[in-house]
T-cell receptor, first 113, second 115 residues
Framework: GENVEQHPSTLSVQEGDSAVIKCTYS??????FPWYKQELGKGPQLIID?????GEKKDQRIAVTLNKTAKHFSLHITETQPEDSAVYFC????????????FGRGTSLIVHP | GAVVSQHPSWVICKSGTSVKIECRSL??????MFWYRQFPKQSLMLMAT?????????EQGVEKDKFLINHASLTLSTLTVTSAHPEDSSFYIC???????????FGPGTRLTVT
């Protein structure tokens, strides 16, 4: 089955700095890569996603890049703000079926004011 | 759009009792619903997948007689934890998707504490 590795497990930055979270996946058939933000005591919220036919996608301060050859994808947050502090999960989905994602272990992002 | 609710948001029950958690898709028809379990500071663990009108498909190691899942309509799925024990205490999260969609929409989660 699919295996998703996520690094780092904890990331501490100063407000205004950029943050980068990296994930690798094992199954080359995966074709959908969402990123979720989970605040304490809440369910995950989709913040951005990318499909395998695209190399990069951007939404305001958030961007995701995908390297299919190397089987890795990254989340980039620029101009970080204290409200960006949360746990971020990457995931990879196999094509077909119900697109059940395999999640990474999560990255706890702390943005210091 | 694509809002998923869960009820209750938290519940405390005594060991040996059963508790039911509801998951509703508020503004779309959810052909597939998923139930996850999450321990503190850990990732989401998929427990089961259910399609409307069909029996749930449980992940390996998840006891289907203990975690009863019903997906009776396109907007409602329920998870019943039967004969709950303290080790069942956890954060339970549902998600929903509609046919052909890549995306899953997550509920806010239910904190279960078994005393």
């Amino acid at each position: 089955g699919e295996n998703v590795e996520q690094h780092p497990s904890t990331l501490s930055v100063q407000e205004g700095d950029s943050a980068v979270i990296k994930c690798t996946y094992s199954d080359s058939a995966s074709n959908y890569f969402p990123w979720y933000k989970q605040e304490l005591g809440k369910g995950p919220q989709l913040i951005i996603d990318i499909r395998s036919n695209v190399g990069e996608k951007k939404d305001q301060r958030i961007a995701v890049t995908l390297n299919k050859t190397a089987k890795h994808f990254s989340l980039h947050i620029t101009e970080t703000q204290p409200e960006d502090s949360a746990v971020y999960f990457c995931a990879a989905s196999l094509s077909g079926g119900s697109y059940i994602p395999t999640f990474g272990r999560g990255t706890s992002l702390i943005v210091h004011p | 759009g694509a809002v998923v609710s869960q009820h209750p948001s938290w519940v405390i029950c005594k060991s040996g009792t059963s508790v039911k958690i509801e998951c509703r898709s508020l503004d779309f028809q959810a052909t597939t619903m998923f139930w996850y379990r999450q321990f503190p500071k850990q990732s989401l663990m998929l427990m089961a997948t259910s399609n409307e009108g069909s029996k749930a498909t449980y992940e390996q190691g998840v006891e289907k007689d203990k975690f009863l899942i019903n997906h009776a309509s396109l907007t409602l799925s329920t998870l019943t934890v039967t004969s709950a024990h303290p080790e069942d205490s956890s954060f339970y999260i549902c998600s929903a998707s509609f046919r052909g969609s890549y995306e899953q929409y997550f509920g806010p989660g239910t904190r279960l504490t078994v005393t």
